[in-house]
Nanobody, 123 residues
Framework: VQLQASGGGLVQAGDSLRLSCAAS????????MGWFRQSPGKEREFVAA????????WYADSVKGRFTISRDNAKNTVYLQMNSLKPEDTAVYYC?????????????????WGQGTLVTVSS
């Protein structure tokens, strides 16, 4: 599985940004696609996840109501729409993939990772 994340950039607080994660290498019907982020000096943290079939969606409490995860089956792409961005959202954002199962918010359970895209939110 190859994952290519893109869409990061520098925005101001309150702005919106959409991240994309293009997936290739296999069929993904039984996969979960996740977004994680990591700030300097902090551990990688869960942001959102979606079952590729659309059967389930999960969000971290810190982004619930502001971020939306979605997927486009035809393009094999997962998106993370980020609205009302805050300076504390500044991080490198990674997309990841794994087979469906438990502990979807735990980064160590994902075995496929994209290269990361930097999101910087200025105050």
């Amino acid at each position: 599985v190859q994952l290519q994340a893109s869409g990061g950039g520098l925005v101001q607080a309150g702005d919106s940004l959409r991240l994309s994660c293009a997936a290739s290498g296999r069929t993904f019907s039984n996969y979960v696609m996740g977004w994680f982020r990591q700030s300097p000096g902090k551990e990688r943290e869960f942001v959102a996840a979606i079952v590729w079939s659309g059967a389930g969606i999960w969000y971290a409490d810190s982004v619930k109501g502001r971020f939306t995860i979605s997927r486009d089956n035809a393009k094999n792409t997962v998106y993370l729409q980020m609205n009302s961005l805050k300076p504390e959202d500044t991080a490198v954002y990674y997309c990841a993939a794994r087979l469906s199962g438990s502990h979807l918010g735990t980064s160590s359970t994902y075995d496929n990772w994209g290269q990361g895209t930097l999101v910087t939110v200025s105050s």
